[in-house]
Each structure stands twice: as structure tokens, then as C-alpha cells.
């Protein structure tokens, strides 16, 4: 595709329920990363894939954070039982090669508010 | 292990210079450098990979200085279109693989 798409856009969840956010990557890049943003803060790194493999999950808040990635390309994040402090946007981002050295392209992001 | 930025946030008239600083406790493979306008995804400005190395492209250019593990962000001429939150994201030589993102400074460019 012509960028990294995510959807929804917004989503609206009641404390205690499961939701899943989908990245399509651009077509051909490597390594996608999961990155979590607080209101008026930056990125937080949660997780890290190259291919279809998850080399990096240490930013995963809790063990009701899962992310897959099965065929190296579309990914989700999911999260189990919502809490509040949950409520952030969701940035996936896709790179060409290794982060080291690499820009990465990221998606709009998922606005996740839990009610 | 976030980087550091200063300053918080910054208010320019068009055509007035500015710098954002990005520091590191921890020695870096390299520094990234992104925009973020309200409500938009973050857009990819540059990356320093050596110590010393500098780039611009347009009329913002960046220096990294390895040995102090310390980044400049250098905006001469400022445009309205520069306004945004600026973020400086490092990857460190103890784990390379993952950008890690500074808190970011808010800059608004008037008129």
C-alpha cells in the first residue's frame, strides 16, 4: 500500500473488554513496531517484529498486551480486559531494514478510549 | 533510559532560528529525529549515525555528538509549516533494537 494503515481509527471500549487493532505495514518492510502515546507525550516503545518473528516485547505493560505478526506482515495488537489506563493512541510503524539505521513509516494510529 | 529534550516547548516568529537538544544516559548507535503535527503520524525528519556526522535537508539540520551522547536539532528560517511536536528517538548499543522516544518539544511558529 502507498502507507502503514491501521484500523479502527477510533475505538470505544468498556472497561473489561477485549480489543483488537490491525497495521497493515507497506508492502515489503521488514520490521514493524508497536508504540503506545499518552495524550501531550512521546512514543512509547511497546513491542518489535521483524518478519514474522517478535524479537522484542519488553514494553508490553502487562500480560494482557499480545501482538502477533504470523505471516510477516499484518500485525495486531490485542488487549484483554481494558482498563482505563489503557486509553492512549496505538502507533504501529513499518521499516525497510533494522531500526538502528533505518526511517521508520508510521501509521495514523488507533485511538483506544476505555469508558 | 528515555532521552532527555529541551526545551519543552517554544514559541518563533516566522523567519527566527531555533534549537532542540536531545540527550542520552546511555551510548548511542544513533539518533532519530521526527515531526509530529496534531492528530497526524509522526513523520520521519532524520537519523545520525555516526558521532560528529551532521545533515540538514531544507533549512533543518541536525549534529550528534557520540562522545557526550548528546543531539542538536537546528531550525534557521522558521516557517509556519514547522510547527509541531518534535521528537528525538535513540537506539542504544545495549539494545539496537528499538528506537526509543524523548518526550518531545512543542514548537508553534506565528505569523
Known amino acids: 500500500g502507498a502507507g502503514v494503515s491501521q484500523s479502527p481509527r477510533y475505538k470505544v471500549a468498556k472497561r473489561g473488554q477485549d480489543v483488537a487493532l490491525r497495521c497493515d505495514p507497506i508492502?515489503?518492510?521488514?520490521?514493524l513496531f508497536w508504540y503506545q502515546q499518552a495524550l501531550g507525550q512521546g512514543p512509547e516503545f511497546l513491542t518489535y517484529?521483524?518478519?514474522?518473528?517478535?524479537?522484542?516485547k519488553s514494553g508490553l505493560p502487562s500480560d494482557r498486551f499480545f501482538a502477533e505478526r504470523p505471516e510477516g506482515s499484518v500485525s495486531t495488537l490485542k488487549i484483554q480486559r481494558t482498563q482505563q489506563e489503557d486509553s492512549a493512541v496505538y502507533l504501529c510503524?513499518?521499516?525497510?531494514?533494522?531500526?538502528?539505521?533505518?526511517?521508520?513509516?508510521f501509521g495514523q494510529g488507533t485511538r483506544l478510549t476505555v469508558v | 533510559q528515555q532521552p532527555v529534550q529541551s526545551p519543552q516547548a517554544v514559541i518563533l516568529r516566522e523567519g527566527e532560528d531555533a534549537v532542540i537538544n536531545c540527550s542520552s544516559s546511555?551510548?548511542?548507535?544513533?539518533v532519530h529525529w521526527y515531526r509530529q503535527k496534531h492528530g497526524e503520524a509522526p513523520v520521519f525528519l532524520m537519523i545520525?549515525?555516526?558521532?560528529?556526522e551532521q545533515k540538514g535537508h531544507d533549512k533543518i539540520s541536525a549534529s550528534f555528538n557520540e562522545k557526550k551522547q548528546q543531539s542538536s536539532l537546528y531550525l534557521t528560517a522558521s516557517q509556519l509549516s514547522y510547527s509541531g511536536t518534535y521528537f528525538c528517538?535513540?537506539?542504544?548499543?545495549?539494545?539496537?533494537?528499538?528506537?526509543?522516544f524523548g518526550p518531545g518539544t512543542s514548537l508553534s511558529v506565528i505569523p
Open positions: 510503524a513499518s521499516s525497510l531494514g533494522q531500526p538502528l539505521n533505518t526511517e521508520a513509516f
Open positions: 508492502s515489503g518492510h521488514v520490521s
Open positions: 517484529f521483524q518478519n514474522e518473528a517478535q524479537l522484542d
Open positions: 546511555k551510548a548511542l548507535y544513533s
Open positions: 545520525l549515525l555516526k558521532g560528529g
Open positions: 528517538g535513540s537506539v542504544m548499543k545495549t539494545s539496537y533494537d528499538k528506537v526509543i
